[in-house]
Structure formats: structure tokens, C-alpha cells
């Protein structure tokens, strides 16, 4: 069912329109500079995985390197940044894991592209389609579904190991209040806390 959503799309952007045909550069650096422009935002964020798990949920996010999801599915689920630290938080099993950022954000999905060859396979008035590839990076292939401003509709990252991660993005406002507070996350009194799990080999 998957793979058959994302054909279907594919098939909706396969329009092609060479009279402004980009390369892959251009169409990547349009999105760097398209994500990285963006201020605020609030939206549903959901993705899937090969293995069949699948989430969604509501986010916002604020520059620079600030998220917050709350998640519907599972239920109760939150992963919140400041930037500086990352919290994920279950209060089904009651743990918190605070994963150190090294001062900084990973920059999001426009720093991830970073490294790769990058074509376009399908360009029309509804916007792009962006393939990367690289032989050396935990992914080995990144697909982009951008609109016509380049902002981010969907992406496919597929791993080396033959896993394939699916996220897409939608009911995006950038004119609701955020609130900066949000982001510095208060883990409840009672949960056990797991330091970098991250790092954990």
C-alpha cells in the first residue's frame, strides 16, 4: 500500500515542463535556501517505516533548530528540541530520553542533503521531485516532493540496510502563535530518565 501511495504521487508530478528546466543543483539549493528561511511553523507531521510502524502528529516548530511534536498515534508520545538538547518522552512506559545535541541542531532535513548528487525527475507547475543519491552516507537515497515555492510536501529516505522511511507534512500555518517556552521541555517528577540514548552502541 505504500509503495502504491508513492507511485501515485509520482504519477501527479510527472508533468514535466523543460522550457524552465533546473538541475539537481539548482532544485537543491532552492530547497536549502526555502527551508532555511522559514521562521515559524505549525503543521501535522506523520511517517512511516518498511517494518509497518507507522506516526503522526502535531508539530511547531521555530528557527533555529526548535521542534515540538505532540503525537496522536501512538497517543501521549512527545519529542521536543530546543536546539541544544532533544527529549523524547513516553508516558506509557514513563521514560524520558535526553539526548545531547552538542550545542546545536542537526539544522533539520535541508542540512541532511548535504553530500549527495542531486537530479531532478519531475518538474511541473505543482512543483519538484529531487532525487539524491551518495555511496558513502547512512542513507543511500533521498527523494524530495517539494511544492513551487521548494518548501518540503514529502520525502522517501531509504537506507543502506533496505529500510525506507516515509514523511510527509501537511495543514502547515506559518502564521499561528508559537510560543518559545515549549521548547524547553519539564520532564514529569516521576519518569526515569535516560541520558544520550543515542550514543548508546
Excluded at 22 to 32: C, M, P, S, Y
Excluded at 129 to 144: A, C, G, M, R, V
Excluded at 155 to 168: C, D, E, I, R, W
Aim: charged share 15%.
Amino acid at each position: 500500500m505504500k509503495r502504491a501511495i508513492f507511485i501515485i504521487t509520482i504519477m501527479f508530478v510527472s508533468i514535466y515542463d523543460y522550457s524552465f528546466a533546473l538541475t539537481g543543483d539548482e532544485a537543491l539549493a532552492n530547497f536549502r535556501g526555502r527551508m532555511n528561511s522559514i521562521g515559524k511553523l505549525t503543521g501535522i507531521i506523520a511517517w512511516s517505516h518498511s517494518s509497518g510502524e507507522s506516526y503522526t502528529g502535531s508539530f511547531k516548530y521555530m528557527s533555529p533548530g526548535k521542534i515540538y511534536i505532540k503525537f496522536s498515534n501512538p497517543s501521549g508520545k512527545t519529542i521536543v528540541s530546543n536546539g541544544r538538547s532533544l527529549w523524547v518522552y513516553s508516558p506509557g512506559s514513563n521514560i524520558c530520553g535526553v539526548q545531547d545535541l552538542g550545542g546545536g541542531g542537526s539544522g533539520g532535513i535541508a542540512a541532511l542533503t548535504s553530500g549527495y548528487f542531486a537530479i531532478v525527475t519531475a518538474q511541473g507547475p505543482g512543483g519538484y521531485t529531487i532525487k539524491l543519491k551518495s555511496s558513502d552516507k547512512s542513507f543511500s537515497e533521498i527523494i524530495l516532493m517539494v511544492d513551487s515555492t521548494f518548501f518540503l510536501k514529502k520525502a522517501m529516505l531509504k537506507s543502506k540496510s533496505g529500510g525506507t522511511y516515509n514523511f510527509s507534512i501537511s495543514n502547515i500555518n506559518s502564521d499561528a502563535s508559537v510560543i518559545s517556552s515549549i521548547f524547553d521541555f519539564n520532564v514529569p517528577s516521576s519518569a526515569q530518565v535516560v541520558k544520550n540514548p543515542l550514543n548508546i552502541k
